[in-house]
């Protein structure tokens, strides 16, 4: 266990690798100070390590595979989730997807947008729109991307998880 103490700027390639656009470098150089040294270490050697970027206890979390993007116009806003001078922003900012997810409403699937926080390995933090213990659809990439607002679904099917605190 250790503490990360130096982050190099740009990413590392092996000596023997050409530099070329497509390649995608994914190593850079990271100085760690261990906590307990109690091993005797040599210099100058390497190390694969796991680094934690972030820790949220108890965040509100769901599967990658259950966050889409959606057309504005292809779903219902709840009548209460914008009023006023907000309702009319959004409106003309409608243009772009909305990221989101697809909740379960009795046998429908209702998309409902979110904002993402932290993300996992498997699942992302959400920051807003969803509360803890409603039931999110997921299934394959295709599924979650052929589903439209107000599809059946059935919520007994293993697609779907609830909500969790991770």
Do not use: C, H, W
């Amino acid at each position: 266990v250790g503490r990360v103490t130096k982050i190099g700027n740009s990413s590392i390639r092996p000596r023997n690798q050409q530099v070329s656009s497509s390649d995608q470098a994914i190593d850079f150089e990271v100085r760690v100070t261990l906590e307990d040294s109690g091993v005797e270490l040599r210099p100058d050697l390497s190390a694969s390590a796991d680094v934690i970027t972030d820790v949220r206890p108890d965040a509100l979390a769901i599967p990658i595979i259950a966050l889409t993007l959606m057309d504005p116009g292809e779903f219902e806003r709840l009548p209460n989730e914008l009023e006023g001078e907000e309702a009319m922003a959004e409106s003309t900012d409608s243009d772009e997807p909305v990221e989101g997810v697809f909740v379960i409403d009795g046998d429908l699937a209702r998309f409902r947008p979110v904002e993402i926080g932290v993300a996992g390995d498997n699942y992302f933090e959400v920051l807003e729109g969803l509360d803890e213990g409603e039931t999110v659809v997921s299934g394959t990439y295709q599924v979650i991307r052929e589903l439209s607002d107000g599809d059946l679904v059935d919520p007994t099917s293993s697609d779907s998880t609830q909500a969790t605190e991770e």
